[in-house]
T-cell receptor, first 114, second 110 residues
């Protein structure tokens, strides 16, 4: 059981380059999330999805786009990377609200923008 | 949006000591969870606790939803307890966002 898998785990980008982070879960979860974690800080919600084909903005959505074309996958895109987007990115999923189910996290993706 | 505040921000304990971590939230929530992030960055769920009290070994948690706070108790701390403890609440805004506090950084000395 793989749980939540993020790729890539490490990436260095130049300012202005684009990239996509992939999150895959094999637990048939409805809800998926992308967070970023900066040094010494908590996790801030970038975007989230409540089901296939749906996405919504979180606390810090600017500079990012997302897509949920398949239930098991949630993609996070950076169209034009900036140094301020240097961070650790975590994907998470859960069965749904009011379900009593915990949130499962991926292992993180370390992104550096130079 | 909802505000989640955790205290203390940093905590240093001698191995064997007990501690209490606090999480305050500014509005009613659907649920509340406690997580531990180990020194390698891995996030592990500790408790799903929208209300009441739960215990798991040396850890226990209590949430008083009507007063908008939750407490995480660590007894007989061990060096492996070191890391960051996060409180996260599920905000019912029609989209059910899960918002994290800034965390409590715990270091347990041998």
């Amino acid at each position: 059981n793989a749980g939540v898998t993020q790729t890539p785990k490490f990436r260095v980008l130049k300012t202005g380059q684009s990239m996509t982070l992939l999150c895959a879960q094999d637990m048939n979860h409805e809800y998926m999330y992308w967070y970023r974690q900066d040094p010494g800080m908590g996790l801030r919600l970038i975007h989230y999805s409540v089901g296939e084909g749906t996405t919504a903005k979180g606390e810090v959505p600017d500079g990012y786009n997302v897509s949920r074309l398949k239930k098991q996958n949630f993609l996070l895109g950076l169209e034009s990377a900036a140094p301020s987007q240097t961070s650790v990115y975590f994907c998470a999923s859960t069965l749904g609200p009011y379900s009593g189910n915990t949130i499962y996290f991926g292992e993180g993706s370390w992104l550096t923008v130079v | 949006g909802i505000q989640v505040e955790q205290s203390p921000p940093d905590l240093i304990l001698q191995e064997g000591a007990n501690s209490t971590l606090r999480c305050n939230f500014s509005d009613s929530v659907n649920n509340l969870q406690w997580f531990h992030q180990n020194p390698w960055g891995q996030l592990i769920n500790l408790f799903y606790i929208p209300s009441g009290t739960k215990q798991n070994g040396r850890l226990s948690a209590t949430t008083v939803a009507t007063e908008r706070y939750s407490l995480l108790y660590i007894s007989s701390s061990q060096t492996t307890d070191s890391g960051v403890y996060f409180c996260a609440v599920e905000e019912d805004t029609g989209g059910f966002k899960t918002i994290f506090g800034a965390g409590t950084r715990l270091f347990v000395k041998a």
